[in-house]
Every structure is written in C-alpha cells, then in structure tokens.
C-alpha cells in the first residue's frame, strides 16, 4: 500500500518562500523519478518540476530560477524549495512518484499554495 504525503503548503506574500516536502510510505523499492504539478483553477494540472533517482532535474520555464526541486536521505522523499513567489503561483501542488519498470505511478492528495499581492 503505497501512500504520498505533502506537507508545508500555506498562505505567503508576494516575494517569499515556502518549502513543500513529500514523503512515500509502504514502499519496497526507490522511485525512477519524482516531482511535483500543479493546478489552478480553470487551467490544466502542469509539471512543476522533476528529479530523477539519479539526481537529474528539469523545470516548467515558469518556476526557473526561483524553484529548487532535491532529493532527501530518507527514502522516496522529495523537496520543492520555492522563493521569489509569485500570484501566479497559487495552485493546488500534487507530489508525483514513478516506477518506471512495474509501469506505475502514484500521486498524493495536494497541498493548497496562495500567494497574495
């Protein structure tokens, strides 16, 4: 039974940061790759930002520059360090986790960041 939880979203200012954190239990096995999407109302659910179990990253162009995706010592953790926040940055953040060899893929429920002006 294989479970994503997100921590550390919340309500923050123009300018500031905030540092999303998200953890897999009931694994056996280390994830190929994971990351974090995000949705807005009324737009479709977009990729953030991934990082590969061998450290390799990419960004949305949007997020380049002021986001930092890293990988934790614990297992199967994941970080999405976020400064210079922006408006449009308010979404619903979802943690992704991949295995590429079972074909599978899991998701956690979001965590809710607003970004006031």
């Known amino acids: 039974q294989v479970q994503l939880v997100e921590s550390g979203g919340g309500l923050v200012q123009a300018g500031g940061s905030l540092r999303l954190s998200c953890a897999a239990s009931?694994?056996?096995?280390?994830?190929?790759?994971m990351g974090w999407y995000r949705q807005a109302p009324g737009k479709q659910r977009e990729l953030v930002a991934a990082i590969t179990s061998g450290g390799s990253t990419n960004y949305a162009d949007s997020v380049k520059g002021r986001f930092t995706i890293s990988r934790g010592n614990a297992k199967n953790t994941v970080y999405l360090q976020m400064h210079s926040l922006k408006p449009e940055d308010t979404a619903v953040y979802y943690c992704n986790a991949q295995w590429s060899l079972a074909g599978v893929a899991y998701w956690g429920q979001g965590t809710q960041v607003t970004v006031s002006s």
């Open positions: 009931g694994t056996i096995f280390t994830f190929n790759a």
